[in-house]
């Protein structure tokens, strides 16, 4: 069984100060895990993606995911926030198929100037 | 662009009628899989395409949800005497490879159902 948790379903930040996006997963394999943001009335845009090589990842936007097993984490960070930056977050973890995508609940983050 | 496409992008049904909903994906992709996604909720599998074959239909909440994709490109959902429950947004992604190793999914816009 695999699944994922984001632990925050509300995130606000000012602009200009970090961005902290949580999220665990529980798996019996070690899955590829990914971010995905949701503009409103878009379609999900990839973020980054980890598939086993760099535990660090970098995205686009100026995102980047810490991989850790031993907590078997895969958080979601960015230095400074930008307006442009609110939107829904999902984690997504690979399902025991390989192909098919297991998402989180999702975070809205909500950015204040 | 070329990106996915899907339409309606809004569809409001009376409960017991019939839907089909579009998915046009990215050229010359393999792969295609569609996803629900409820009301604050996160997308959910629905089911995957290996270019005509529907290899994966597990997710499919009942009977009365069925998908094709005839010529191994453009694929329709069709969800039968729809109920309220199977309001939501219907997202389509497509990828370049087939099963086995991940590839990244590029999705649509999705199509917001609501049944009234």
């Known amino acids: 069984a695999q699944s994922v948790t984001q632990l925050d379903s509300h995130v606000s930040v000012s602009e200009g100060t970090p961005v902290l996006l949580r999220c665990n997963y529980s798996?019996?394999?070690?899955?590829?895990l990914f971010w995905y943001v949701q503009h409103p009335n878009k379609g999900l845009q990839l973020l980054l993606k980890?598939?086993?090589?760099?535990?660090l990842v970098k995205g686009i936007n100026g995102f980047e995911a810490e991989f850790k097993k031993s907590e078997t984490s895969f958080h979601l960070t960015k230095p400074s926030a930008h307006m442009s930056d609110a939107a829904e977050y999902f984690c997504v973890a690979t399902s025991n198929s390989g192909y098919a995508l297991n998402f989180g609940k999702g975070t809205s983050l909500l950015v204040t100037p | 662009g070329a990106g996915v496409s899907q339409s309606p992008r809004y569809k409001v049904a009376k409960r017991g009628q019939d839907v089909a909903l579009r998915c046009d994906p990215i050229s010359g992709h393999v792969s295609l899989f569609w996803y629900q996604q409820a009301l604050g909720q996160g997308p959910e599998f629905l089911t995957y395409?290996?270019?005509?074959?529907?290899?994966?239909k597990s997710g499919l909440p009942s009977d009365r949800f069925f998908a094709e994709r005839p010529e191994g490109s453009v694929s329709t959902l069709k969800i039968q005497r729809t109920q309220q429950e199977d309001s939501a947004v219907y997202l389509c992604?497509?990828?370049?490879?087939?099963?086995?190793?991940?590839?990244?999914?590029?999705f649509g816009p999705g199509t917001r159902l609501t049944v009234l």
């Open positions: 980890y598939t086993s090589a760099a535990t």
């Open positions: 992604a497509s990828s370049l490879s087939a099963s086995g190793s991940y590839n990244e999914q590029f």
């Open positions: 395409f290996q270019n005509e074959a529907q290899l994966d």
């Open positions: 798996s019996s394999y070690s899955p590829s």
